[in-house]
């Protein structure tokens, strides 16, 4: 398990994710939970007003990083999108959420938003 100094050691992308594969890695989640526990992620303002828009608690937030489960990773690789790890999970008023944790000099949130609701 990955500590809190080794998530401050991260320099660069390339230590924060591998950019090798598009499978998410068990160690790139298990920086981005110990990063998350130290509050050492980000809530970038774009993604706190996405959010907000959609009625998601910051808490609901924070609870699907560090609990729901890693789904998807993007490498950047079409330009639009920013390289980094898409949790998905159930928040407690029934809706699915997804929200991306990507670096730049540190771990931040880069996007919030929901994916639907679960019956």
Same mark, same amino acid.
């Given at each position: 398990?990955?500590?809190?100094?080794?998530?401050? =050691?991260?320099?660069?992308?390339?230590?924060?994710?591998?950019?090798?594969?598009?499978?998410?890695?068990? !160690?790139?989640?298990?920086? $981005?939970?110990? =990063?998350?526990?130290?509050?050492?992620?980000?809530?970038?303002?774009?993604?706190? $007003?996405?959010?907000?828009?959609?009625? *998601?608690?910051?808490? =609901?937030?924070?609870?699907?990083?560090?609990? =729901?489960?890693?789904?998807?990773?993007?490498? #950047?690789?079409? #330009?639009?999108?920013?390289?980094?790890?898409?949790?998905? #999970?159930? $928040?407690?008023?029934?809706? !699915?959420?997804?929200?991306?944790?990507?670096?730049?000099? #540190?771990?931040?949130?880069?996007?919030?938003?929901? *994916?639907?609701?679960?019956?």
């Amino acid at each position: 398990m990955p500590t809190r100094e080794d998530v401050l =050691a991260i320099r660069s992308l390339e230590e924060a994710f591998d950019l090798w594969t598009p499978r998410v890695t068990k !160690r790139e989640v298990a920086l $981005i939970r110990v =990063a998350s526990v130290w509050s050492l992620v980000e809530l970038t303002e774009h993604a706190a $007003i996405e959010a907000d828009d959609e009625m *998601i608690p910051h808490s =609901a937030v924070w609870g699907v990083i560090e609990r =729901a489960r890693a789904k998807t990773k993007d490498l #950047g690789q079409t #330009g639009d999108r920013a390289v980094g790890v898409n949790f998905e #999970g159930t $928040i407690p008023d029934h809706r !699915r959420i997804r929200t991306k944790v990507s670096w730049d000099d #540190g771990y931040f949130i880069a996007t919030v938003h929901t *994916i639907n609701m679960v019956r």
